[in-house]
C-alpha cells in the first residue's frame, strides 16, 4: 500500500500499488478499507483487492475494495448482539440489532408497533437523502430526521461520505435488511422504522437505498422497486407516506426523462398503499406538463401534493455536502434536487404547525 488518501467514518481511502499480472493492470489504484472489517491499512502493508468495480467501470463504486491485510489482521469481533449482515460471505459482519435483548433499547422497542403518524419520505435513489433533509429543515428547523437506509444499493453505510458529511443533521441512521453499519442495526424495513421512531426518537424519517442502485434497463429489474414496498411499510406502521418521485429535466435516458419509470412502477403497482405524491410546484413549463400527465394515473390511490420549492435553493446551496445525481449537480439537474427537497418540504410541514423544532 502506497498511501493514506483520506478517511471518513468507517473508511479508509489508499493508493496502492498493483502487483501486475497482465499488461493492461494498472499500475496504482484508489482503493477502500472498512477497517471494522478488515483491519486499518497503513502504508507499507500488503493488501488483498477485489478490483471487480473497477473492471466494469462502475461510476459510484470505482473503488478497488480490501479484502484482507494479510500480515495484520484485525481483533476477532467482540459485538454482544447475534444478528449477522452480508450473511454467508466471507466478509459478514456481525451486529447487535436495535430491538434484540443486548441491546439497550430493547425496553423501548420490544413493545413498539406503530409510528405514531410520523411522516416518511421514501425516495429511490440515495443521492435524494440530502435534498430530503434540506427542504424538510427548511420547514422545521431542529426536527430531528432519522436516514433507514435499505440494501439495495451499497451494503456498508461508511461507504457514503454523504452521511459522514451531514453529520449533526441527522439524527442517526439505521441500515435495515443487509445494510450495516448504520447507528442502529434493524432486519428489515419495518423494524428500521421503529428504531427511527422509538431509538432514535425521530420526528420524521428518510428512506431510500444506499449508494448506488442495481437496473437492468428492464421494467421490473432495479432495486428501486424497494420504495414502493416502503411506502407500504410506513402505512402498515401507522406513519405517514411522502412519496418523492424521481424527476429529471437532464438525464439522457428517454427511460428516466421527466417522471423516471422506476418511480411509475415502484409507485404505482408495488405501492398499495395511498401515499402524498409530492412534484415542485414551480417546474418549467416544458417538464411540468409531461411530469403532471405520467403522475396523473397514480392519482387516485395517492393523492398528488404540489408544493412550491424553487425558494429551496438556497437550502439547498447550504447543505455541507455536494450534491450529486448519476455525475449531475445541482447546475446540471435542478428538478431532480428540488423535487426531493419539496418532498421533505411537505413532509415536515405537520411538524412545524405541531411546533416541532422551534
Not at 408495488?270 to 406538463?289: E, M, R
Request: glycine share 12%; net charge negative; with cysteine.
Amino acid at each position: 500500500m502506497a498511501a493514506v488518501r483520506r478517511e471518513w467514518r468507517g473508511s479508509r481511502e489508499l493508493d496502492v500499488t498493483v502487483e501486475a499480472r497482465r499488461r493492461e493492470d494498472p499500475a496504482t489504484v484508489r482503493a477502500l478499507a472498512y477497517p471494522a472489517l478488515v483491519g486499518a491499512p497503513e502504508p507499507g502493508d500488503r493488501v488483498l483487492l477485489n478490483l471487480n468495480a473497477l473492471a466494469l467501470g462502475l461510476g459510484t463504486g470505482g473503488y478497488a475494495l480490501v479484502v484482507a491485510v494479510p500480515d495484520r489482521l484485525p481483533d476477532d469481533v467482540d459485538v454482544p448482539g447475534h444478528v449477522v449482515k452480508a450473511r454467508y460471505t466471507p466478509l459478514q459482519a456481525i451486529v447487535l440489532a436495535a430491538d434484540e435483548e443486548a441491546s439497550p433499547l430493547r425496553g423501548d422497542l420490544a413493545g413498539a408497533t406503530d409510528l405514531g403518524g410520523m411522516p416518511v419520505v421514501v425516495a429511490d435513489l440515495h443521492s435524494a437523502l440530502p435534498a430530503v433533509v434540506a427542504g424538510a429543515l427548511a420547514a422545521a428547523p431542529g426536527a430531528r430526521i432519522a436516514y433507514v437506509m435499505t440494501d439495495g444499493g451499497a451494503l456498508p453505510a461508511w461507504f457514503s461520505r454523504t452521511l459522514d458529511g451531514l453529520g449533526p443533521l441527522l439524527a442517526g441512521t439505521v441500515t435495515t435488511g443487509q445494510a450495516f453499519g448504520g447507528d442502529l442495526e434493524s432486519t428489515n424495513v419495518h423494524s428500521g422504522l421503529l428504531a427511527a421512531r422509538h431509538g432514535l426518537r425521530a420526528d420524521l424519517a428518510v428512506v431510500t437505498q444506499g449508494p448506488g442502485n442495481l437496473g437492468t434497463g428492464t421494467s421490473w429489474g432495479f432495486s428501486g422497486v424497494a420504495a414502493g414496498e416502503a411506502v407500504n411499510a410506513v402505512a402498515a406502521l401507522g406513519g405517514r407516506p411522502v412519496a418523492a418521485p424521481r424527476i429529471s429535466g437532464a438525464d439522457p435516458r428517454p427511460r428516466h426523462r421527466g417522471v423516471s419509470h422506476h418511480s411509475l412502477t415502484a409507485f404505482g403497482r408495488v405501492a398499495l398503499a395511498p401515499a402524498d405524491l409530492v412534484v415542485p410546484a414551480d417546474l418549467p413549463a416544458d417538464l411540468a406538463g409531461p411530469v403532471r400527465a405520467a403522475l396523473a394515473p397514480l392519482c387516485p390511490p395517492h393523492t398528488l401534493v404540489e408544493v412550491p420549492a424553487e425558494d429551496l435553493a438556497e437550502a439547498l446551496a447550504a447543505l455541507p455536502v455536494r450534491l450529486s445525481t448519476m455525475g449531475r449537480g445541482f447546475a446540471e439537474d435542478r428538478a431532480y434536487f428540488l423535487a426531493a427537497a419539496a418532498a421533505g418540504r411537505h413532509a415536515a410541514s405537520g411538524l412545524r404547525q405541531r411546533g416541532v423544532g422551534d
